[in-house]
Structures are given as C-alpha cells and as structure tokens.
C-alpha cells in the first residue's frame, strides 16, 4: 500500500505491485479529465487475456503494449473532437500533429495483435461425410475443428 505511513515505500513507489503498469497510468500518466479511458483499456486487455487464456510472459506484454497503443489512439481521437484534426495556415490546411501520429500507433496496436496470432484466419472447410453424418445424428450443423 504506497503512501500509507509504517506499512509502505515512498508515495508512488510501484516496487512489488501486482500490475505496476494499472497503477502508473492511474498515478502518473493520465490527466484526470482522460481517466475516464482506463475502464475501457482494461476490458480491451481483458478481453485479448480471454482469447489467450494461456499467455506467456510475452504474449501478456504484448497485450499490455497493444493496450497502449488502444489508449494513444483514443487520447488523439479526444482531442482531436476537441480541437480538430485539421489546421489552417497560410491558406493552407494540414494535419494536426496528433492526427499525424494516430496511424503509427493504430499500426503498433495492430503489430501487436498480430503477434499475439490474433489476425483473420480462415476457417477449415467441412468435410462432406462429416456434415451428412452430422446432419443424420442430429439434424444440427457440424462444428468446426
């Protein structure tokens, strides 16, 4: 329990935490008016973890990055609602620079899910004898391997 006297390190020590990584982006990194994002990053890794119910050291690190990456985009998306994703100048337009940098970390999340073997694939095909089988026994639609 950081910051309680007698029973603690310092306030913010995150030395032997559970999930050191929920307590700086609730501590540390996110203004107060942006943490209303982090119920929406942990499902998102929750929900990877249960596609992965039996993820290695790595595999939980890239779910962390990917969550991240999930959270970047949806701090420039915020702001970008707030202040716009196009400046003008000079007669000009260009991207703001948070809208410059929304795809590389929409690739990055994707990098990552990529990695956890989280992309499209497709399905196996159904053998004829077993959907006739199948449709004898039950009368129901065979399951996919």
Known sequence: MAGKKGRSGPVGNLNATKRPWRSFWKRRALRAEDRHLLPMIESYGAGLLSDKPDASEAERRCIELAQIARGASMLILAEAGRSGFITKADGTWDLAPGGKELARFL?????????????????APIMLSD?????RKNDQEPQQP
């Open 131 to 135: 959907y006739i089988e199948a449709k």
């Open 107 to 123: 690739s990055i999340e994707r990098q990552a899910l990529m990695t956890l073997g989280l992309q499209r694939r497709a399905k």
